[in-house]
């Protein structure tokens, strides 16, 4: 299994910035993705941005380009998304998710809060 604790999470006004860390651990070595989503109150999960664990490929949402920049360190199991520009439809719950190899499945963090204030 894989376990992903997410942190970085917080209070912010608009127009400030956030960098939140997703942790992995245990049974890294089968990870070649990872994402983070974001979930609104009253509404779904949505997909924010994702990267390659191997070669670092990236995609964004359209909603976040230009705004947000996901990294990864993999000599420290961790990925980072640096969000700037933050509006308040941006505050959500962000959850880190790794897809694996094993299996093909895949995983979710606890989530970290992310509130913007106008």
């Known amino acids: 299994q894989v376990q992903l604790v997410e942190s970085g999470g917080g209070l912010v006004q608009a127009g400030g910035s956030l960098r939140l860390s997703c942790a992995a651990s245990?049974?890294?070595?089968?990870?070649?993705?990872m994402g983070w989503y974001q979930q609104a109150p009253g509404k779904e999960r949505e997909f924010v941005a994702s990267?390659?664990?191997?070669?670092?490929?990236?995609r964004y949402a359209d909603s976040v380009k230009g705004r947000v920049t996901i990294s990864r360190d993999n000599a420290k199991n961790t990925v980072y998304l640096q969000m700037n520009s933050l509006k308040p439809e941006d505050t959500a719950i962000y959850y880190c998710?790794?897809?694996?190899?094993?299996?093909?499945?895949?995983?979710w963090g606890q989530g970290t809060q992310v509130t913007v204030s106008s």
């Open positions: 245990g049974r890294t070595f089968s990870i070649y993705h």
């Open positions: 998710a790794a897809a694996t190899t094993i299996g093909g499945n895949t995983y």
């Open positions: 990267i390659q664990w191997s070669g670092g490929s990236t």
